[in-house]
Protein backbone atom coordinates (compact mmCIF):
# COMPACT_ATOMS: atom_id res chain seq x y z
CA UNK A 1 0.00 0.00 0.00
CA UNK A 2 1.31 3.30 -0.84
CA UNK A 3 1.66 5.67 2.45
CA UNK A 4 2.33 9.36 2.64
CA UNK A 5 2.55 10.74 6.14
CA UNK A 6 2.56 13.88 7.63
CA UNK A 7 4.45 14.86 10.34
CA UNK A 8 1.99 16.73 12.55
CA UNK A 9 -2.25 16.03 11.90
CA UNK A 10 -2.39 19.19 14.02
CA UNK A 11 -0.42 22.21 15.18
CA UNK A 12 -0.93 25.51 16.28
CA UNK A 13 1.44 28.47 15.87
CA UNK A 14 1.92 32.27 16.42
CA UNK A 15 1.69 34.73 14.04
CA UNK A 16 4.82 35.69 12.63
CA UNK A 17 6.78 32.34 13.26
CA UNK A 18 8.28 29.99 10.72
CA UNK A 19 6.38 27.16 9.95
CA UNK A 20 7.59 23.53 9.01
CA UNK A 21 5.17 21.12 7.76
CA UNK A 22 6.90 17.67 6.66
CA UNK A 23 5.50 15.14 4.03
CA UNK A 24 7.19 11.50 3.30
CA UNK A 25 6.46 8.95 1.11
CA UNK A 26 7.21 5.47 0.94
CA UNK A 27 6.67 4.69 -3.08
CA UNK A 28 9.76 6.50 -4.60
CA UNK A 29 7.35 8.32 -6.61
CA UNK A 30 8.93 11.13 -8.61
CA UNK A 31 6.38 14.05 -8.37
CA UNK A 32 5.00 15.25 -4.80
CA UNK A 33 2.68 18.25 -4.18
CA UNK A 34 1.50 20.47 -1.28
CA UNK A 35 -2.77 21.50 -1.31
CA UNK A 36 -4.37 23.70 0.85
CA UNK A 37 -7.71 23.09 1.43
CA UNK A 38 -10.63 25.63 2.50
CA UNK A 39 -14.50 25.00 2.90
CA UNK A 40 -15.85 26.11 -0.50
CA UNK A 41 -12.71 25.99 -2.32
CA UNK A 42 -11.80 22.54 -2.74
CA UNK A 43 -8.38 21.77 -2.61
CA UNK A 44 -5.77 24.72 -4.25
CA UNK A 45 -2.01 23.83 -5.71
CA UNK A 46 0.55 25.35 -3.36
CA UNK A 47 4.07 23.90 -5.19
CA UNK A 48 4.65 20.59 -6.47
CA UNK A 49 7.92 18.80 -7.20
CA UNK A 50 8.63 16.78 -9.84
CA UNK A 51 12.35 15.54 -8.75
CA UNK A 52 14.83 15.71 -6.10
CA UNK A 53 15.56 19.85 -5.90
CA UNK A 54 13.41 20.75 -8.53
CA UNK A 55 9.98 22.79 -7.72
CA UNK A 56 7.07 24.25 -9.90
CA UNK A 57 4.81 27.04 -8.42
CA UNK A 58 1.16 26.10 -8.32
CA UNK A 59 -2.04 28.67 -8.27
CA UNK A 60 -1.35 30.05 -4.88
CA UNK A 61 2.17 30.07 -3.90
CA UNK A 62 2.85 33.54 -2.14
CA UNK A 63 3.90 33.22 1.59
CA UNK A 64 4.78 29.22 1.07
CA UNK A 65 8.13 27.91 -0.09
CA UNK A 66 9.10 24.37 -0.11
CA UNK A 67 11.86 21.85 -0.44
CA UNK A 68 13.51 18.93 -1.41
CA UNK A 69 16.48 17.57 -0.65
CA UNK A 70 15.72 13.98 -0.98
CA UNK A 71 13.27 11.63 -2.91
CA UNK A 72 10.96 10.47 -0.72
CA UNK A 73 10.75 14.07 1.59
CA UNK A 74 8.56 17.48 0.73
CA UNK A 75 8.93 20.37 2.92
CA UNK A 76 6.50 23.03 2.86
CA UNK A 77 7.80 26.38 4.97
CA UNK A 78 5.81 29.35 6.16
CA UNK A 79 8.57 31.95 6.15
CA UNK A 80 6.31 34.12 8.68
CA UNK A 81 2.96 32.29 9.34
CA UNK A 82 0.01 34.68 9.44
CA UNK A 83 -3.53 34.30 10.46
CA UNK A 84 -4.88 34.22 6.43
CA UNK A 85 -2.50 30.51 6.37
CA UNK A 86 -5.09 28.88 8.72
CA UNK A 87 -5.92 25.79 6.77
CA UNK A 88 -6.06 22.76 6.21
CA UNK A 89 -2.86 21.63 4.52
CA UNK A 90 -2.45 17.88 2.10
CA UNK A 91 0.53 16.43 0.84
CA UNK A 92 0.15 14.18 -2.19
CA UNK A 93 2.66 12.00 -4.56
CA UNK A 94 2.37 10.59 -8.06
CA UNK A 95 4.48 8.23 -9.97
CA UNK A 96 6.26 9.02 -13.13
CA UNK A 97 3.52 7.41 -15.22
CA UNK A 98 0.71 9.33 -16.92
CA UNK A 99 -2.14 6.82 -15.53
CA UNK A 100 -0.80 7.40 -12.28
CA UNK A 101 -2.58 8.06 -9.27
CA UNK A 102 -2.31 10.69 -6.93
CA UNK A 103 -1.99 9.55 -3.41
CA UNK A 104 -2.70 11.68 -0.37
CA UNK A 105 -1.55 12.23 3.30
CA UNK A 106 -4.31 12.45 5.38
CA UNK A 107 -3.09 16.40 6.39
CA UNK A 108 -2.44 18.81 8.43
CA UNK A 109 -4.58 21.44 10.21
CA UNK A 110 -2.65 24.58 10.77
CA UNK A 111 -4.31 27.53 12.95
CA UNK A 112 -2.42 30.77 13.43
CA UNK A 113 -3.35 32.85 16.00
CA UNK B 1 -9.77 29.46 -18.04
CA UNK B 2 -9.46 25.76 -16.94
CA UNK B 3 -12.06 25.09 -14.02
CA UNK B 4 -14.41 22.33 -12.54
CA UNK B 5 -17.61 22.92 -10.98
CA UNK B 6 -19.69 20.74 -8.98
CA UNK B 7 -22.75 22.56 -8.86
CA UNK B 8 -24.27 20.75 -5.60
CA UNK B 9 -22.70 21.85 -1.96
CA UNK B 10 -24.06 19.75 -0.37
CA UNK B 11 -26.69 16.92 -0.52
CA UNK B 12 -28.97 14.16 1.39
CA UNK B 13 -30.01 11.07 0.63
CA UNK B 14 -31.92 8.28 2.57
CA UNK B 15 -29.81 5.45 2.84
CA UNK B 16 -30.59 2.75 -0.09
CA UNK B 17 -31.51 5.30 -2.34
CA UNK B 18 -29.76 6.18 -5.50
CA UNK B 19 -27.34 8.88 -6.12
CA UNK B 20 -25.63 10.93 -8.84
CA UNK B 21 -23.05 13.89 -7.97
CA UNK B 22 -22.59 16.54 -10.62
CA UNK B 23 -19.28 17.57 -11.64
CA UNK B 24 -18.87 19.95 -14.53
CA UNK B 25 -15.25 20.90 -16.27
CA UNK B 26 -13.96 23.46 -18.63
CA UNK B 27 -10.14 22.33 -19.97
CA UNK B 28 -8.91 23.31 -23.22
CA UNK B 29 -7.20 20.04 -24.27
CA UNK B 30 -8.35 16.30 -23.74
CA UNK B 31 -9.39 16.03 -19.94
CA UNK B 32 -8.33 13.30 -17.78
CA UNK B 33 -11.04 12.76 -15.25
CA UNK B 34 -11.06 11.89 -11.50
CA UNK B 35 -13.45 11.50 -8.38
CA UNK B 36 -12.22 11.63 -4.97
CA UNK B 37 -13.46 11.22 -1.45
CA UNK B 38 -12.18 12.69 2.11
CA UNK B 39 -14.17 10.62 4.85
CA UNK B 40 -14.40 13.19 8.10
CA UNK B 41 -10.30 13.76 9.15
CA UNK B 42 -8.99 11.91 6.49
CA UNK B 43 -7.16 12.88 3.44
CA UNK B 44 -8.53 12.28 0.23
CA UNK B 45 -9.31 8.61 -1.73
CA UNK B 46 -9.46 7.95 -5.52
CA UNK B 47 -12.57 6.62 -5.94
CA UNK B 48 -12.26 6.12 -9.89
CA UNK B 49 -10.53 7.68 -13.01
CA UNK B 50 -10.92 8.11 -16.41
CA UNK B 51 -8.34 8.66 -19.21
CA UNK B 52 -9.26 6.95 -22.06
CA UNK B 53 -11.59 4.73 -23.84
CA UNK B 54 -15.05 3.42 -22.02
CA UNK B 55 -16.63 6.57 -21.02
CA UNK B 56 -18.54 4.41 -18.23
CA UNK B 57 -16.07 3.87 -15.77
CA UNK B 58 -16.12 1.47 -12.51
CA UNK B 59 -14.62 2.53 -9.30
CA UNK B 60 -14.47 1.40 -5.76
CA UNK B 61 -17.26 0.77 -3.18
CA UNK B 62 -19.90 0.70 -6.11
CA UNK B 63 -18.99 3.72 -7.65
CA UNK B 64 -19.27 4.73 -11.47
CA UNK B 65 -19.36 7.26 -13.16
CA UNK B 66 -20.13 8.73 -17.02
CA UNK B 67 -17.71 11.12 -18.94
CA UNK B 68 -19.68 13.01 -21.58
CA UNK B 69 -17.58 15.24 -23.61
CA UNK B 70 -20.55 17.03 -25.68
CA UNK B 71 -21.66 18.58 -22.07
CA UNK B 72 -18.78 18.58 -20.56
CA UNK B 73 -19.78 16.25 -17.58
CA UNK B 74 -18.29 13.43 -15.22
CA UNK B 75 -21.30 12.68 -12.89
CA UNK B 76 -20.72 10.35 -10.52
CA UNK B 77 -22.85 7.67 -9.28
CA UNK B 78 -24.39 5.11 -7.46
CA UNK B 79 -27.25 2.97 -6.97
CA UNK B 80 -28.21 2.60 -3.47
CA UNK B 81 -25.77 4.91 -0.84
CA UNK B 82 -24.83 3.46 2.69
CA UNK B 83 -24.38 4.98 5.86
CA UNK B 84 -20.66 4.92 5.25
CA UNK B 85 -20.82 6.99 2.37
CA UNK B 86 -21.32 10.02 3.93
CA UNK B 87 -18.57 12.11 3.35
CA UNK B 88 -17.40 14.77 1.08
CA UNK B 89 -16.80 14.47 -2.65
CA UNK B 90 -13.87 16.11 -4.93
CA UNK B 91 -14.09 15.91 -8.92
CA UNK B 92 -10.69 17.25 -10.46
CA UNK B 93 -9.95 17.52 -14.32
CA UNK B 94 -6.10 17.39 -15.21
CA UNK B 95 -4.75 17.05 -18.22
CA UNK B 96 -1.57 17.12 -20.70
CA UNK B 97 0.42 18.97 -17.48
CA UNK B 98 -0.48 15.68 -15.64
CA UNK B 99 2.13 13.95 -17.05
CA UNK B 100 4.42 16.99 -15.82
CA UNK B 101 4.41 16.91 -12.07
CA UNK B 102 1.01 15.55 -12.06
CA UNK B 103 -1.54 18.99 -11.60
CA UNK B 104 -4.48 18.33 -10.82
CA UNK B 105 -7.83 21.27 -11.18
CA UNK B 106 -10.11 20.31 -8.22
CA UNK B 107 -13.88 21.27 -7.61
CA UNK B 108 -15.47 22.65 -4.48
CA UNK B 109 -16.40 19.36 -3.23
CA UNK B 110 -19.74 18.04 -2.07
CA UNK B 111 -20.91 16.96 1.03
CA UNK B 112 -22.93 14.21 1.08
CA UNK B 113 -25.00 13.34 4.16
CA UNK B 114 -27.11 9.82 4.75
CA UNK B 115 -30.27 9.85 6.32
CA UNK B 116 -31.37 6.78 7.76
Known amino acids: DVKVTQSSRYLVKRTGEKVFLECVQDMDHENMFWYRQDPGLGLRLIYF???????EKGDIPEGYSVSREKKERFSLILESASTNQTSMYLC????????????FGPGTRLTVL | AQSVTQPDIHITVSEGASLELRCNYS??????LFWYVQSPGQGLQLLLK??????LVQGIKGFEAEFKRSQSSFNLRKPSVHWSDAAEYFCAVGGIAYNQGGKLIFGQGTELSVKP
Open chain 1, 49 to 55: SYDVKMK
Open chain 2, 50 to 55: YFSGDT
Open chain 1, 92 to 103: ASKGGDITDTQY
Open chain 2, 27 to 32: YGATPY
